[in-house]
Nanobody, 119 residues
Framework: QVQLVESGGGLVQPGGSLRLSCAAS????????MSWYRQAPGKQRELVAS???????NYADSVKDRFAISRDSAKNTVYLQMNSLKPEDTAVYYC?????????????WGQGTQVTVSS
């Protein structure tokens, strides 16, 4: 069984910073791409950033130059450093990872962590 557990969300003022973490645990053989998504109230879930197993990154236009995704393969953990936060960044943030176990490969999701940007 595989679990993804996010942490680091909270309330921050506009212009502030937060760092999200997502740790994968369980019967993991290989972790491929790891990603962060977000879903604001009344909106569809959208990709924020992703990072391949080789370290290649991809960002949504709305967060480029403000957010940075990174991973620590030794800890099976992905991070999202969020700077210059705006009220429109308010959402539940989910991590996702493509993971191979002993039996199959599939996409896993965390439970989500709330980020609220407000004065």
């Amino acid at each position: 069984q595989v679990q993804l557990v996010e942490s680091g969300g909270g309330l921050v003022q506009p212009g502030g910073s937060l760092r999200l973490s997502c740790a994968a645990s369980g019967s993991i053989k290989i972790i491929y791409a790891m990603s962060w998504y977000r879903q604001a109230p009344g909106k569809q879930r959208e990709l924020v950033a992703s990072i391949s197993s080789g370290g290649s990154t991809n960002y949504a236009d709305s967060v480029k130059d403000r957010f940075a995704i990174s991973r620590d393969s030794a800890k099976n953990t992905v991070y999202l450093q969020m700077n210059s936060l705006k009220p429109e960044d308010t959402a539940v943030y989910y991590c996702s990872a493509d993971i191979t176990t002993a039996t199959f490969q599939r996409n896993y999701w965390g439970q989500g962590t709330q980020v609220t940007v407000s004065s």
